[in-house]
């Protein structure tokens, strides 16, 4: 699912030459506590409830020119961005909201933090948890008196940082009143010296703590509210609960869940290594043990003279050398590198390959590689594109062997057309069913069962390409097999 197919774009922007006051109206009609402010179609900068509480604090005038209090470092994502990579791009940049752009740099809607909850997949996060789990651990609630002003309330958001207050009639809360409330009075043109029991908003929803998070969540979709207040068992309120709070939250289940597929993933991938290793040791180990024998022998017919003996020790450093070169190609493929750094796309497919060569040499699976002319140089992580290319070939290489193909291959081309690499790995292993070919790529699909498929590989590969390098990758069938394809932007990659 990609960001535009779920953003908002009616009554989220408005000029930015508009007034302050023009834009809150507009804020109450798109429901949520931002406007974009444009100009000819490009966002120059975004407006927030919060910016708005700070202006009126400073009693200015609401005619004033909304651009002068908003922000204007917006940031923007493109709208063809999966879905995925919004959460963890809203949890890096601490931001509720997606401002979305075209490929013209013109603004095409707002993505809420809100619409995600339903992008989340219910087997990222504890079913059970209980809405105490996710408290913080020292929480505390504003209240304020039914017999104070609009205003008042006001000040004690400004000086908590709060977004909501509960109002209290002695032991009883009887109402909440939210920033987003105080604004829409303003808009009506309410004073703010007025009491707050006519506009809060009452009766207070609440949950207690042992109610489930998920119950949570649809009880916020279902009243079209940002917060809860959370009780006690004795109907003492503990704490407001927004949906931004669920939402970081379940943010880190969703990371603790990722994780784990992660390392299941290392642990699938480590022993086809293991596998790769001892293929390619198969040769020079034999070899090694040629050399033993040679000395042996060379002693027992009384051949063994000191250049006989040179000659076979220089043989067998040579052998453990390229065994251990060969280790420390794979040791450096899995050392993970957190800096993007530039590097040429065919030099890259080049070790990747070198890794599952001896494998294939040994099920007899030919290997083309038919690189670019020009050089292909992409910024980002090589270690993750290789990681790519071996899960392409490794898949390649499992099905040619399940349906013993005669005369196996697989080819790796790379290409540049225009702006773009592109990549094409294919095999002549008959290709995917047209019944599964929409599912390889989803978590935990794999035909494999009986020979221990995990399902990751593809999908792990999609993010890495999606998400790491803001490529695409894509699957069809050719006339002989699979053909996956991997578009890439060259040089540089923009957010
Ligand atoms: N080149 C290919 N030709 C045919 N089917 C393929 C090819 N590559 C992948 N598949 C199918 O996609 C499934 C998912 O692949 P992957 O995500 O790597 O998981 P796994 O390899 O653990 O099964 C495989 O089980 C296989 O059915
Ligand atoms: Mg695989």
Known sequence: MILKKIAHYQDFFIDDRASIKDAIVKMNLNGDGSVVLIDENKPTAILTQSNIINAIEKNMDLSKKAYSIATTSVITINEDRPVDFAFSFLSEHNIRRLVLINEKEEFSGIVLQESLFDYMEENTYK??????????????????????SLYDALELMKEKHIGSVIVINGKDTIGILTEKDILKLLCLDIDL?????????????????????????????RKNIRRVLVTDTEDNPVTILSSH?????????????????????????????IGHIAHQWRQPLAQLGGVFMNLDSAYEFDELNQNYLKDKVK???????????????????????????????????????????????????????????????????????SQVILNLVNNAKDILLQRAIVSPSITIETMIKKNQIIILVKDNAGGIDNAIINKIFDIYFTTKSKDGGTGLGLYISRLIIENKLMGDITVSNGTDGAIFSIYLNKNEFIL
């Open 245 to 273: 709070d669920i939402f970081k939250h379940l943010k880190g289940k969703r990371q603790d869940g990722e994780y784990l597929m992660m390392q299941q993933f290392k642990l699938a991938t480590m022993g086809e290594m």
């Open 193 to 221: 010296d007025s009491n707050i029991q006519r506009y809060m908003s009452t009766p207070v929803i609440k949950v207690t703590k042992d109610t489930l998070v998920i119950q949570g969540i649809s009880l916020i979709r």
């Open 127 to 148: 079913i059970d948890l209980q809405i105490l789990h996710i408290l913080e651990k020292n929480l505390s609630v504003y209240s304020i008196d039914k017999s104070a």
């Open 315 to 385: 043989n067998g450093t040579e052998l453990i050398e390229y065994m251990s070169n060969t280790i420390e190609d794979f040791r450096n493929f899995f050392v993970p590198k957190s800096n993007k750094e530039v590097f040429e796309v065919n030099e890259c497919i080049k070790s990747a390959t070198n890794i599952i060569q001896a494998t294939l040499v040994y099920h007899h699976i030919e290997l083309e590689i038919i690189t670019s002319e020009e050089p292909a140089h992409m910024n980002g992580y090589p270690n993750e594109f």
